[in-house]
């Protein structure tokens, strides 16, 4: 297995972007991801490939997504879900040389707000979630999960790893998800001998659908909290 560390090439980092599409927001926002995109193949440090994808089942999606880039010399894979806007230093996480890297975004729970789509696992093999406004411009934190919404991921996990690499895993009855698909990936690859990180300075925007009700009820109830 390839370790870890700065990589010794000097040319180009090259790296396939890829964009699971499911198409749950408007036009600007997508505008916007697209000049994010089109930035990031500007960059002369990088040789950046950028794929669409789109289809039913953001797992199915996100495993051929992996298929296609193994069929390719790219050495790092990049998957920016098309709900995010992504920083314009995005790219630079590569700096790290690590296996598995997530930029920093929140998502959103009705009943509590906005949390770290990302998980540390405690002495009781509990996963916890890392608390909002604590975790920004803190540089690169080790993590037990993170989420795929801005995820890097380097060719030799995913070479390592059995596929499918991405799979949502669900209560008997498969009514209910015990676990999603990004954390599955990352768990596996922490199985695997791999190490997943937290990039706290690439923070990224997430844009959802939230009733302002809960947004209101949960200010309401925590005045002396800041939400955000």
Known sequence: ??????????????????????????????????????KMQQNPRYDV???????????????RIVGEFLRTDR?????????????????DMTVHGRDVVGALYYAWDPRKGPFVAAYDR????????????EVERQGLREVALVGGGCLLVHRRVLEALSPPWFRFETDGEGRRIL???????C????AGGFRVFLDTDRICGHIKAVDLRDVVALTTAR?????F
Do not use: H, W
């Open 1 to 38: 297995m390839e370790s870890e560390g700065a990589r010794k090439d000097a040319g180009p980092v090259k790296v396939q972007v890829a964009v699971p599409s499911r198409n749950p927001v408007g036009y600007d926002l997508c505008g916007g991801l697209a000049l994010g995109l089109a």
């Open 49 to 63: 490939e950028i794929r669409m994808q789109s289809g039913f089942g953001v797992e199915l999606v996100r495993n």
């Open 187 to 190: 768990r596996n690859a922490v």
């Open 122 to 133: 405690g002495e009781d093999g509990g996963y916890g979630a890392l608390t909002p406004g």
């Open 179 to 185: 676990t999603p698909e990004d954390f599955f990936f």
């Open 223 to 227: 005045r002396r909290e800041a939400l």
């Open 75 to 91: 050495e790092y894979l990049l998957m920016i879900d098309d709900d995010m806007v992504p920083p314009e230093d995005l790219l």
